[in-house]
Structure formats: C-alpha cells, structure tokens
C-alpha cells in the first residue's frame, strides 16, 4: 500500500505489531483513520498501550485536556503463535456468512469476480478451511469463537481492507505460513490493489 491508502480504507487488521514502541509516526495515520470510524481489529498478545489509545502530542486539545482516541475498536489478545488458527476462524466465519448468503441468494461474501481473474486454488483452500473444528481453533488461538466472528462480521462489511503485519508474524518457525494466511484473507475480498485496501508489512526504522 502507500500512505495515501490509509485515508481511503475502511477497515483495519492488525497482527503483531507494537506501533507505540515500534512504529510511533504510524499512530497519526491510526488515529486519523479511527476519526473516520474506521474500525481497527488488533491481534496481539500484549495489551499494547498505543493500540488501546492514544494522545496526540502535537495536539493542544489533547494535550490540555488530557484525552485521548481509542485505536482498537476490537482488541484480542491471540494466544503466541495462534495467529493462523485465529485467521483460520476468520476464514470458517468468513464462508458461513457466504454459504448464508447463497441460500438466501443475497449478494456474496466473498468477491468471486476478483478471485477468479487473479487467485488460484480458491476451491481447495475453502475445503480446507471447512475441515478445521471450531474447538481446535479456539484451543489453538486462545480466543473464542465468538471473537472470530465478531472480526468476520465487521471484515466482510468493509469495501477495503488494509492487513497490517510486523515481525510478530513473522519471526516463528511458522511465519511464512503466517503470512499467506493473512494475503489469503485479503484476498478472500479482493483486497489487494485497490485503493484503500492492501497488506502492509512494517519494517525498519521506526519512524
């Protein structure tokens, strides 16, 4: 993505990243999105303090009022090294509202047109997702199912999507697989180059 997607996207996912130490400058363009009401979905094992809210010090209103703007409009605290389950879940919710749709033959859930120009494999990766059991899931991730699909319910209303990942993801003996779980999820909607949406690994300096 560019900085330019952040004041086009609708949805935030967040993995592994602990912006208010990590990445400071980035919790501007969160706090402008959260104005916006936008939604933030934060998975990360520590409750990071930056993540929950945040004071803006080049904001006099805030500075002499003592508020703040709450990031995370959902925080789940993923048990380490459970991010694909939690994805997974994700997923599992993600193709029930489809199926719903389906038999209700409302609009579906996942972008097909998108999927079938620019992914392969989409059948064998939603039977797949079908085979995991919801009590493995959770037992894995260390969040509920409800949880899951509470995330789903608000991913599968946004138009654009933007999956942000730090080394949380990816430093495990699992963290390639990590990775594609979170470009499978995006991609489930077509969220990748379009404007607003797109995934965003964080890197480097920290500002």
């Known amino acids: 993505i560019t900085l330019d997607d952040f004041h086009k996207t609708d949805c935030i996912l967040f993995f592994g990243q602990n912006v208010g ?9 969160l706090q402008e999105a959260r104005k916006r009401d936008v939604p933030i979905i934060t998975f990360n094992p520590i409750l990071e303090p930056g993540l929950v809210k945040f004071a803006n010090p080049q904001s006099p209103v805030q500075m002499l009022t003592g508020t703040s703007t709450k990031i995370s409009t959902q925080y ?22 489809d199926d719903a749709a389906l038999a209700a033959g409302r609009p579906r859930v996942f972008d097909m047109e998108f999927i079938e120009q620019h992914t ?7 039977e797949n997702m079908r085979s995991y059991r919801w009590e493995d899931l959770e037992r894995h991730s260390g969040l509920t199912r409800a949880a899951l699909e509470e995330t ?10 933007i999956g942000i990942f730090g080394m949380g993801l990816t430093q495990h003996r699992t963290g390639v697989e990590n ?7 995006l991609l489930l909607r077509g969220n990748i180059g379009k404007p607003g949406a797109g995934i965003l690994p964080v890197r480097g300096h920290s500002n």
Not at 152 to 161: K, L, P
């Open 152 to 161: 789903a319910q608000v991913y599968a209303s946004s138009h654009a999507t």
């Open 120 to 126: 392969l494999g989409f059948e064998d990766f939603i």
């Open 21 to 29: 130490t990590n990445s400071p400058r980035m919790l501007h363009d």
């Open 179 to 185: 990775v594609q779980m979170l470009v499978n999820l």
């Open 76 to 97: 789940h605290q993923v048990m380490p090294g459970g991010d694909i389950a939690a994805m997974t879940g994700i997923c599992k919710a993600l193709i029930a509202a």
